[in-house]
C-alpha cells in the first residue's frame, strides 16, 4: 500500500520484445504497403503474422494463459499494447485488435464453459476472428445504446433475431458475431438487451458492404450487418438473458483503454517520425527541430504523450481493483483520443509537404487516428457523462445541506 | 472615401449564378465519384464541365476581359471564388483552380503580347493547363525558396535548364509549365532567379511519379518533375532576367488568397452538411442541433466563418489598392488555414460515425483541406515573417529614440 | 456600390489627433496610477482630462453634432474608440466610456425633445454621467433579460418603480439613470418592459455597495441600485410603455461593438509593451523577440488584433445600414471578447515576471479585460444564439424540402 | 514491483485530517479577508494558524521527523499539499508555503548539522520564515540562471556579497536568507556558483519595495533585495564552494511539484465553488449546470485536475526513486501551470458577473494562479527544455546510425 510505478521484471521483458518485434518485423510490412491491411493481404497476411509473434513469444498478451496467452492484467497490458500500436499492423500481428482483443476479455469474463470451449479458445489463439454487433443506422443504438432496436423474439430452442447493425469492425472475415439484441422492453428503455454468440455462416446472418472510413488498418473493415429471422439456439445465449446492458459495461471500460493504448503507439510512432524527420532537415540557418515553433510542437507531443500515459495507468489500475472505473475510462479515453490527434496532427506539421504525403507514414496516421475522437463514444457524450456525474453530487450535497 | 462592404450588382449577380451551378451541375458529379478528379474523369471531365461553366456564363471570373473571363479584380474575386469552391470540383469547373488561376494572374502582369498569344490565351479560355515548378526538395527551394538550386545556363539562343522540382501541382498532363530557375548567385541568395515558360513536350522535361497526397481533388496531381538539359529559347524567359523572386511576389499574395476563397467555400459545405444532418437527427431526448456541445461547435464555424471572410475582404482589397500586401496576405492565409481546418473538423465530430465515413463528403473534406496549412507557406514560416516585421520595427524605434 | 476599406480624411484626422491625445495627456495620468481610476481621482480627474480633450479637439466623437460632438456613425468610431481605448482612461476623458456612451447613442434615437434637453445634452457635453440600470441578482433579470423582476406600477401622473438591480457600472456619482421595469407580464415573458428616466437623487432610489470586479477602470463602479417606491412622472417614460425589450435592442448592438474598439485598444497597447520589452530584452543568446516561442505569441496577437478589427468593420457597417445586426454583432462580440483576451494574456506571458507585476501595465490590463468575456452577454449565450439561428433555418429549409 | 496507486492508510488520514482542518479552520479566514494575507494579519496570523495546524496534527508534513514533521516523502505530500491549497492560506498554516518548504527541504539534504540546530530546525517548526535569494534584475539571474551577477568575494574567514536581487518571495519578515551568488567565472558560465546563509538582520542587507504582483496570498511579498558588502563568515557556506548550480537541482524538481501540489488545490476550490453554484443557479429553462456549454467547461476542469494528478504522481515518483527527474518535472510543471489556468478561468466564466466580483472567491483565484505560467521557469522555457532532450537524443541517434 504505496504508490509505486515500476513495473514487474517479466512485464518489461515482454514490452521490449514487442518493441523488437514490432521494429523488425511488422513495421516494415506495414510500410511496404503504406497502412492498407486488405491491401498488404487481409487475413493472409494476419494468419502469417501471428505465426511469428507466436515464435517471438508475444502473442496474445491479454489472453489467459489457459489459452495461450501471457495473462497480464489491465495495468500491464498497457506498456506491451502500445508497443504493438507502434504499428497499425501490430494490434493485429499480436492478437489484440479491436474487437478481438475486447472480445477475449468479455467471454473470459462472462461465458459458459462450452461457449469459451467453442468461442473463446479459437479466437484467443487467432485461428478465428470476431465481430461485436452493437452498433445500428440511426434511429438505433448509437452514442446512446439505450435506443437499441435489433429485436430477439423467443423461439422454441432459442431466439429469432431481426435488425441492421452498422460500423460493425472486423465484420467481413469473422468466424463468430457476438449480438446485442433487444429481449424486452422498446428502444430508450435502459434494459432488456441480451448478448447472443453466433457462428457467422449461421442462415440469416448477411455482412454487407464496407462502409468507406478515413481509417484502412482494422482487418475486416467497418460493415453493415443485416439479420433475416437468424435463429440463434439458448445455448448461444451470452450470460444471462436481458443483462446484456450490464454485461455490456464489463467490456466497455477495458476496450476503451486498450483502444488508447494502441493508439497511443500509433502516435508515438508519428512524433518519432517528425522528430527524426526536423533533428536532421536544414531550414533558416541551422537544423529545423532547433527552432522555437518546432520544439513547441516537440515538447506539446511530449506533453500530451506522457499525460496520456498517465491517466492511462490510472483508469487501468482503478479496472484491474474491479468495478467498471467509468469517470477514469471515460477521462482518459476523452484526453488520449484529442491528445492523439493533436499529436499525429503535429507531427505532419513538422514534416511540411512530405507530412501530408505518402512518402511517410504521417498522412495516414493523421486517417487512422482520427476516427478515434469518434469511436467509442465522441468525446461529447464522454464530457456529458463526466459533468452529469459532478453536477449531480453537486445538487445532491445541496439537497442534503438544505435538508 | 468611406467604408463600403456592398458589392456590385453584377458581382452578386455572378455569386448567384455560380452558386446555382455548382449546386446543381458540379456536386453532383463531386459526390457521385467521392471527391476523387481523377477517377471522375480528369481532364475529360474538367473540359466537360468546363464547357457547361461557359454555357452557364460563369466561366473565368479572373481572367481579363480580352481573354474571355469576368475580370473580376481581387475582391470581387473573394465571394465567386468561394461559391465555386463550394464543390471541390468547382474550381476546375470555373477555370480558376491552382495553379492554372495563379499563373493565368501573373501571365496577365508580366507576359509579352507574344507570350500571352501563346500562353496566356489558350490557359485562359481552359484549351490547356499549366504548371508552375518553384519546389524542390531538400535542400532546395521550400519554406525559403532562397534555396533555389535548379539552374539555367545561358547558351546561345537561349538557356539550358537542369535541376529537379516536386510538389508541382497539375504537372501530369499540363500543357506548359512556368520554371524557376537560378540563373546567378548560389542557393541562400535572395535573388539570381528567373522564370521561364515552356511547352510540356519540350526535351528534357520529364514529369515523375504522383506524390500520394491526403487531398485528391487536384486535376493533375502533385508531381516530380526533372528537367536534363532542358532548352528554353530566349523568348520564353518572363519578363526579366533574374528578376524572378519579384515577380514570384507579384503571384505570391494573390494565389494565398484565392487558395483561401476556393478552401472556404469547401468549408462551408461541410459546414453547411454538419448543421443539416444534427437539425435533423434525434438524440438525447431532442435534436442533436439542439445540444449545447453542438452549439459550441456550429457557433464556433460560424465565427470562424466570418472572421476568414474579413480578413480575406481587407488583404483583397490591399491588393487591390496596388502593392504586395505581405503582411495582410500572410495573416488572411494563416487564419484561414487553420480556421478551415477546424471548420471541417467539427463538421466530422458533428455527425460521428457517418463523419468520418463516405457515407457523407466531411471525410474527404477532411483530408482535402489538411494540406493547405503546409502548401503556400506552413503557418509557422507566416507566423515568423509576421513577428520579425513586428520586432523589427520595435528594435528600430527603440534605436531611434535611444538615438 | 464596390468594397472600400478607406476612411475618410477626416476620421484619419481624427484617430491621428486621438492617438496624440492619449499618448501625451492621458496615459501618463493612468499610468502613475496604476490604472485605478478611483484612486488617480475618479470625477475630478475626469473632469479635468475631458476639459483637455475639449482643447484638444477629440472630445465626444460619438454624439451629434448639435450636442457638441463629432457625430461619427459606427463604422468610423471604430477606430477613434480603439485609440482611445489604447489607455484604460481614454474612453473617460473622451466621454466615451460604458454606460455614457451608450446612454447618447439610445437617447438620441428614442428621447423625446423635451427628455434630450434634460438628460441628453448635459450627458453629451460631460456635465453629467449616467447609468443604465438593466441587471438583476438571480433569479432576475441577467443574460436572460426576459427574467426581468423589477416592477414598475401605474399611480396617477406616473409610476412607483420597486426592484433591486445590481453590477449597475457608473452607478455611484451618476447624474441620472435609465431603468428598465416590468410594466406588464411577468418574469420569464419577452415583452411588458419599459424605460425610465430618473434623476439620481430621486426619492427613492439608492446606490449600494461596490461590487469588488477584477476591473477598476471603470468611473463610478458596478454598484448594486435598489428602488423603493421611486416615483417617475410620465414624463420620465423614454419611448412607449411596454416597447423597452425592442429599445434595448437598440442600445445592444452598438454598445457590444463599442466595447469591442475600446477593449481592443487596451489590447493593443499590452501588445506593444510586450513587443517593445522582448525587442530589448537579452536571454537565450540574443533578444527575446527573435526567440521562435515568443514569435509565435507575437504573430497570434497580430492575427488576432487584424481579425477582430475586420468583424468590427463588419459588424458596424452593418449597424449603420440600420438593423440590429444581431448575427454579427454576437460574431465580433465573442471572438473579440476572447481574442483580447489571449492578446493580453500573450503579453502578459512574454514579459515574464516583469509581466505579473505592477511594474508594467499588463497586469492590470489582464485584470481589466477578463470581465468582457462575460459582460455584455457571456460569450456561451452569444453561441448560442449563433447556432440557434443557423440550427433554425436548417430545420425550416428541412422542412419546406419534406413538404 | 507492480504498479500500485494506493496511499498507505496513514497518508489518507493525514490528507482527511488536513482536509478537515482546513475547511474548518483556514477557509473562513481567508474568505473573510479576500485572499489579502497581509491585510488578514500577516505574520501574527501565520503563527496563530501554525498553532492550530500542530493542535490538528496537520502540521509540517514534509519536514523531517526531527524536526516535529510526518517526514513524508514527495510522492505522499501530494495529496496532503494539495488538500492544504485548497485554501489560499492553507500552505502558510501548515508551514509548507514557498519559498519555506523548498528550504527545509534543501537544508535537510545539504546542510551541514550545525547549519540544521541553527537555521532548519526553527524553520521547520515554524519558529521563522527564509527567503531564498536567486533571481536578479535583467540582464541578471532569470529564466537562464546562468547570468547570475551576485558576487562573493573571498575575505579573510568568510566572503564579501554585493548584489541586487528582485522577486524575492516572503523576504520582508524572513528570519533568514539563502543567496545564491557567484563565486568564480563569469555571467554566461555554468558553474561557479555557491549558495550562503545568513541571517536577516546582518549589515548590508537591505529588503526594498514588495513588488506589486498579481498575487497577494504570499506572507512576505515578492521584494527586490540589495547586498552591499554583505559579510557572510565561512561557516555560512551552503554545502561546498562552487557547487551552488547543482544543489540548486536539488531544490529545482521538487519546488517545482509542491507548487503545483499547492495550486492544485486551489484549482479544485475555484472549480467546486462554480459547480455548487452552476447547480444551483437556474437559466434557460433548467439549471445552469445541465447546459451542454457549461458541461463542457466542467469536464474540461475534470480531466485536466486528473491528468495534473497523474503527471504529479509520475514526476513525484521518480523523484522519489532519486535523481533529478528533470524531464517529468519539467512536464508535469507545465501541463499544470496551463491546466491550473484554464481551470480557473473556466470556473470564472461558469460563475458570470459573479465570477469576476469578490462575492465568490474565483476573481482572486484568477489572479493568483495566473503568475504559476511564468514562476519556476515559464512555460517557454520548460517546452525549450523538453524539447531540446529529444531533438539532441534524435540527432545522436541519427549520427551513430550513420557511423
Redesign the interface.
Known amino acids: ?9 517479466e512485464v518489461t521483458a515482454l514490452v521490449e520484445k514487442t518493441e523488437a518485434f514490432i521494429r523488425e518485423v511488422v513495421l516494415p510490412i506495414e510500410d511496404e504497403h ?1 497502412g492498407d491491411i486488405t491491401a498488404a493481404g487481409g487475413d493472409t497476411l494476419r494468419v502469417q503474422m501471428q505465426k511469428a509473434a507466436k515464435d517471438a513469444g508475444v502473442f496474445a498478451p491479454h489472453a489467459p494463459v489457459e489459452y495461450g496467452g501471457h495473462g497480464l492484467n489491465m ?2 497490458r498497457a506498456p506491451v499494447f502500445e508497443a504493438a500500436g507502434y504499428s497499425l499492423f501490430g494490434p493485429t500481428a499480436l492478437n489484440i485488435g479491436a474487437p478481438d482483443e475486447g472480445n477475449v476479455h468479455m467471454l473470459a469474463h462472462i461465458a459458459s464453459p462450452e461457449q469459451k470451449e467453442r468461442f473463446l479458445a479459437p479466437l484467443a489463439h487467432g485461428d478465428v476472428r470476431s465481430a461485436f454487433a452493437m ?1 445500428e443506422p ?2 438505433g443504438a ?3 445504446p439505450s ?1 437499441l432496436t435489433t429485436r430477439a423474439e423467443k423461439v422454441p430452442g432459442g431466439w429469432k433475431i431481426n435488425g441492421h447493425k ?2 460493425i469492425t472486423g465484420a467481413d472475415g469473422a468466424g463468430f458475431f457476438i449480438i446485442f439484441a433487444r429481449t424486452s422492453g422498446v428502444p430508450g428503455d435502459r434494459g432488456g438487451a441480451t448478448m447472443f454468440l453466433t457462428p457467422a455462416d449461421a442462415e440469416g446472418l448477411t455482412v454487407g458492404r464496407h ?5 484502412r488498418a482494422m482487418i475486416g473493415g ?1 460493415c453493415e450487418v443485416f439479420f433475416e429471422d437468424l435463429f440463434v439456439p439458448d445455448s448461444g445465449v451470452l450470460g444471462e438473458v436481458d443483462q446484456g446492458f450490464a454485461y455490456a459495461q464489463v467490456r466497455l471500460g477495458p476496450a476503451r483503454m486498450t483502444h488508447v493504448m494502441r493508439w497511443l503507439g500509433a502516435a508515438r510512432r508519428g512524433h518519432d517520425v517528425a ?2 524527420h ?7 540557418g541551422g ?1 529545423l ?8 510542437m ?3 507531443n ?2 500530451d504523450i ?2 496520456t500515459r ?2 492511462l ?2 483508469a ?3 479496472l484491474d481493483q474491479g468495478g467498471h472505473a467509468s469517470n ?1 475510462t471515460s ?2 479515453k ?2 488520449a483520443a484529442e491528445a492523439i490527434f493533436r499529436i499525429v496532427d503535429n507531427s ?2 513538422m514534416c ?2 512530405l ?5 511517410l507514414p504521417l ?1 495516414r496516421l ?2 487512422e487516428v ?2 478515434f ?3 467509442d463514444g ?3 457524450v ?3 457523462a ?3 456525474r ?2 449531480g453530487a ?2 445532491k ?2 439537497r442534503e445541506a438544505g435538508a
Open positions: 500500500m504505496a504508490i509505486d510505478l515500476s513495473y514487474a521484471p503504406g495495468t500491464d452498433t440511426s434511429p448509437g452514442s446512446d435506443a452498422y460500423f462502409i468507406d472510413t478515413l481509417d467497418h522528430v527524426a526536423v533533428a536532421q532537415r536544414d531550414g533558416f537544423k527541430g532547433d527552432l522555437g515553433m518546432v520544439q513547441k516537440i515538447a506539446d511530449e506533453i506522457a499525460a498517465a491517466l495507468t490510472r487501468c489500475w482503478e477514469s477521462i482518459a476523452t484526453y505532419v506539421q511540411g509537404g507530412g501530408v504525403s505518402g512518402d498522412a493523421s486517417r482520427r476516427p475522437r469518434v469511436y465522441p468525446s461529447e464522454h464530457r456529458w463526466i459533468a452529469k459532478v453536477v453537486a445538487k450535497a445541496a
